[in-house]
């Protein structure tokens, strides 16, 4: 690996770049994505965002939003911007398998590489990195990329700041997840200092549902929620038949887990959802319980200890079954 303070003299001169992120892309991915898009293109640098996927609609408001070009809806022009790339920055995911198809194509283009990410168990495709899995997101990387590598603070405009801003309030749970530092409040002040509106991101994130989702999460909660007591465990499963009467789109079951974790006791909460291709699962513990354990021995994912995914091409009752099925194995874990 190549010592990244480089980066310095490699982006003095205008060079073309490509931003990507993991697939269907959360706050963090979107928020570190377009912070970095906002202070490159200060820099006279030719940059586009490439997604693998659409994301949720409450974060199109996000400055340079409309710069953003999705790989499943513009095949080529993502191709073309991949392949002529001088540089492409890889950020909030670390193997190649989390951008799709994507992936085979920035594993061939000549660019440099870059990654940087929070997440566990990097591969070993990049050439430059700035990785540290205790950051709260991949927001506060870039913002200590931006002040202390590139040492370019005075280029945290207010889109910016918007954008970082974004992602560590998303990715740190709105500042109340274990990894939410003293120093972490710090990088936050200064992003509102340098004029991120904090309430009102706050506002156009958590208060834009759509009345479907708000009664989707009702019926979640009502109907689909099973607590098993005798494991400290909740689970909440989710057919496509639901998704599609209340005409769910993408990011509106994000967040949906977290309701089974608010029960008192329970450590360890599931939302398995039938998507039209797979089962998608999403784990979220709490304290030192391995979440990410699970997905990884059991369902080809992985992810953070206290939040993780996975997937199964299995029919969905028989994914609930073995997600029921291991809760033994882990009962004195979750016990604790
Ligand atoms: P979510 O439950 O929000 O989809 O994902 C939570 C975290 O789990 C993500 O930040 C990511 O680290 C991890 N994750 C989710 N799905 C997968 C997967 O299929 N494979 C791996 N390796 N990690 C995943
Ligand atoms: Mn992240």
Known sequence: ??????????????????ITTHHKPDG??????????????QKGHHVKVVSPTDYPVFLHWLPSNSDVVIFTEQN??????????????????NTLSRINELGELVRASSAIK?????????????????WNINACATAQLVY????????????????????????????????????TTPEVHHIVANLINKGAENWKIHQLVYDNFSEDRLRFLGHCLLNNLQVFREYNAAMISVTQAELQQYNIETGDTEGLVNYALTINGVRLAALIIERADKVKLSLRSTGEFPANEICKKYFQGGGHRNAAGGQSDQPIAEVIEKFKSILPEYKSLLLV
């Open 76 to 93: 080529q022009e993502s191709a073309r911007l991949v392949e002529s790339a001088d540089l492409i920055f890889c950020l909030d995911f």
């Open 114 to 130: 870059v990654m940087i990410d929070h997440h566990l168990e990097p591969e070993d495709f990049d050439n430059y990195r700035h």
């Open 1 to 18: 690996m190549l010592e990244i303070t480089a980066l310095k003299e490699i982006l003095a001169d205008p060079k073309h770049i490509v």
């Open 28 to 41: 963090d991915a979107m928020g570190s994505s377009l912070g970095m898009y906002n202070y490159l293109i």
């Open 144 to 179: 200590d990329f931006i002040v202390n590598i590139m040492q370019e603070e005075q280029l945290i405009n207010k889109d910016v700041a918007s954008c970082l801003y974004t992602g560590i309030m998303t990715d740190s749970g709105s500042f109340r997840f274990p990894n």
